[in-house]
């Protein structure tokens, strides 16, 4: 694992990259004063293709939807506020589409609109009808090609000029890609990211007998959970030694790996691949490993990770460490009214003062609640993340064993491994005698809320008192009384 003083790599697709850097001290004017300025930009023409020109938001993920509601609590998004969105969909909770969207079609999958944001937080459904009701203006299937920052205006693919005053770019990631010289295009070769991706890999599922994922990450661990219950021969190919190594230690790995392996799914670790072979119909038929063996299959799944959709807009400023668009902890970019959030971001996280860029549900809602908050009223204080991940697996009607388990925290230092796996087990980091991190699975509602009270807190810890515990629950109350 990376030495996470300078790197925290937590997942597949999902990466949080931190390397030591302070904080962007650039001065600029408050995000307030600045909105007010641009609105005396605004000039009704019909040059301009969207009606509402005061706030824009490009990209349609859960950044933009909890933008989105952001804007109508404060009471300025009705005739105000434009998303452009290279989907079809109003903005959705993207993280069912590698969990309840992949269920079996007997076993009750998710469907829109049913995860139309703000669900995922317990929030209100904003359907299409919503965002009519609140008057906020859509426009689908038409992503940005090119940014005027002078004129303050935008190209659409279709050739839509759109207008701006304050933009917030939340274009999120696109998924990491084989090249095509290798077979990462072939027909039944399958990437995820959106509804369109997830739509093509079920009709692959439906008539699939031998699925094979590459990758050992979020994406390999969730796909490789939905084929099992599609009763799919499943394999999962990655280069690493265990599962999850950015988060995972060898131990958890290793019984997560028992726990897929009892439902039938082969590993093949350590191992490089060559290409993807096709079959006499066109199609993908088989993987070639480095070491000249083959392993036949019906459909390919890649998840090797995503890169920052940072498209027309590297000219407002990008972080050449951790990539992405760089921002302050209001998200403002080097040019004036311009903001950027989400997984595109490259943020100060503050609590371990370096930047990083999240990729992860949790910090696109808080940086767009953030942002919004900060652009249209007084809020000074900078956004302070505390990093999140979690996963839930085999959770569809009939699986012997559900899994969900939530980390908080910095995963930096020694660890203390506590349970059985029966269902729970537990992992603290301790770094310094402070306790960093911590990873739980399948802990209580009471339980679960104590995990970031304990990451944001830091408390001293006894480690041999940790070690001692004889049960999770035991363990989580020394470390509660720590606080």
Not at 353 to 381: F, G, I, P, W, Y
Not at 413 to 440: C, H, M, Q, R
């Amino acid at each position: 694992m990376a030495s996470l003083s300078n790197s925290l790599q937590l997942k597949h697709g999902l990466a949080l990259c931190c390397p030591h850097s302070s904080s962007l001290t650039r001065p600029r004017p408050s995000s307030c004063i600045r909105f007010r300025s641009f609105t005396r930009n605004f000039v009704v023409s019909s040059s301009f293709s969207n009606d509402n020109r005061e706030f824009v938001i490009v990209g349609g993920g859960n950044a933009a939807g909890y933008a989105a509601r952001t804007f109508v609590e404060h009471g300025m998004a009705d005739g105000r506020l434009c998303i452009v969105s290279k989907e079809a969909y109003a903005p959705y909770e993207r993280p069912a589409l590698t969990k309840g969207y992949l269920f079996p079609l007997d076993k009750k999958p998710a469907r829109l609109p049913g995860f139309h944001t703000c669900v995922g937080s317990g929030g209100e459904r904003q359907s299409p009808e919503w965002y009519k009701e609140k008057g906020i203006e859509m426009i689908y299937e038409d992503p940005v090609t090119s940014i005027d920052t002078e004129k303050q205006t935008l190209t659409t693919n279709s050739g839509k000029l759109l207008k701006y005053g304050s933009l917030i770019i939340a274009t999120g990631c696109t998924a990491s890609r084989f090249p095509d010289k290798i077979g990462g295009n072939l027909p039944g070769v399958h990437y995820i990211r959106d509804v369109a991706d997830a739509d093509s890999l079920i009709s692959s599922l439906e008539k699939a007998h031998k699925v094979v994922i590459v990758g050992g990450g979020y994406i390999g661990m969730e796909v490789a959970a939905a084929a099992v219950g599609w009763k799919l021969d499943t394999s999962i190919i990655f280069p690493e030694n265990q599962l999850l190594q950015r988060l995972f230690t060898p131990s958890l790995a290793q019984r997560y790996e028992e726990l897929y392996k009892e439902n039938g799914v082969k590993f093949l670790k350590g191992a490089s691949i060559k290409n993807l072979e096709a079959g006499s119909d066109g199609r993908v038929a088989a993987v070639k490993l480095g070491d000249g063996s083959t392993v036949e299959a019906d459909m390919v799944v890649i998840g090797i990770g995503a890169k920052p959709a940072v498209g027309p807009f590297e000219a407002v400023g990008l972080n050449s460490t951790v990539g992405g668009i760089q921002v302050d902890g209001l998200f403002r970019t080097s040019i004036p009214g311009i903001f950027a959030v989400g997984d595109v971001a490259a943020f100060p996280l503050k609590m371990y003062d370096r930047m990083a860029r999240v990729e992860h549900v949790d910090h696109a809602r808080r940086s767009a609640q953030h942002c919004v908050k900060a652009l249209l009223s007084a809020q000074t204080h900078t956004y302070d993340y505390l990093p999140y991940f979690y996963s839930r697996v085999f959770e569809y009607e009939g699986s012997p064993r559900k899994v969900w388990w939530q980390f908080f925290g910095d995963n930096v230092g020694e660890t203390v491994e506590i349970g059985n796996f029966d269902p729970k087990i537990a992992t603290i980091w301790i770094d310094s005698g402070k306790l960093k991190g911590v990873l739980l699975e399948s802990g209580s509602a009471e339980e679960f809320k104590l995990l970031p009270e304990l990451a944001r807190n830091q408390p001293s810890i006894d480690k041999a008192k940790l070690q001692k515990a004889s049960s999770v629950e035991e363990a989580l109350e020394i470390a509660k009384a720590s606080l």
